[in-house]
């Protein structure tokens, strides 16, 4: 008989992007490189999901688009840093717009279209900066 057990994850992402086929394909593509995903449509949504976890739960990244309905990026990102248990998330930003205000959250920057092996390269650079980061330059 085989042992099956459940995959483990490297680390949790939340993506937070309003167009749903995008957010689709970001979550298959980080899923099948082993990390857990969860998605919401806006920063609204991704406040309440983020309220509703155990702090040992908050994901240790998240996606974000800056043009969104209902609450954007930029407030989303406002509002984040004036709580103290998720203002230390890094952020890693995914728009079309590259005019917002720098946050020190903001780790990484990402032009829409996204190619998705950049995309889990990208996060894997953020959560990772010591496996990249050697002697004052990115390691290969």
């Given amino acids: 008989m085989r042992n ?3 995959p483990k994850f490297k680390h949790t992402v939340l993506v937070v992007e309003d167009d749903s086929l995008l957010s689709d ?3 298959i593509s980080l899923e099948l490189d082993g990390y857990e995903v969860l998605t919401a449509a806006n920063g609204q949504e991704a406040l309440d ?3 509703s976890l155990d702090p040992s739960h908050y994901p240790q990244c998240i ?7 209902v609450m954007d990026g930029r407030t989303f990102l406002k509002t984040v840093e004036t709580i103290e248990e998720l203002n230390k998330i890094p ?3 995914c728009s079309a717009y590259g005019d917002f205000e720098q946050s020190p959250q903001v780790q990484a920057k990402m032009a ?3 190619d998705l092996d950049h995309l889990s390269q990208m996060v894997d650079r953020v959560l990772n900066p010591q496996k990249f980061y050697a002697g004052g ?3 290969s």
Avoid: E, G, Q, Y
């Fill in 112 to 114: 829409k279209p996204i």
């Fill in 49 to 51: 999901i983020l309220s």
């Fill in 137 to 139: 330059c990115f390691a």
């Fill in 4 to 6: 099956i057990t459940a």
């Fill in 91 to 93: 952020v890693v930003v």
């Fill in 63 to 69: 996606l974000l688009d800056i043009m969104m309905p």
């Fill in 25 to 27: 394909l970001f979550a």
